[in-house]
């Protein structure tokens, strides 16, 4: 059985890149740079923060 953790939307907004991230344990937040590759290395520390206890003994992913 298949469980969404988290729900990601990801936009342009003029010049810059918005995330908006929406979970159980971290509730709602937004994530904002002029820099895509940027904002999603945001978005991975972000989540690894919030799930770091539940991905203990895994690699992290590569910075973008």
Known sequence: ???SICQIE???KGGNFVAR???GMGGSR???ST???ELL???INELHAEFQ???QGEEPE???
């Open 1 to 3: 059985m298949e469980e």
């Open 41 to 43: 290395n945001q978005l």
């Open 53 to 55: 206890p539940d991905l």
């Open 21 to 23: 991230i929406a979970s």
């Open 10 to 12: 990801i936009e342009s």
């Open 35 to 37: 820099r895509f590759e």
């Open 30 to 32: 937004e994530l904002q």
């Open 62 to 64: 590569p910075e973008f």
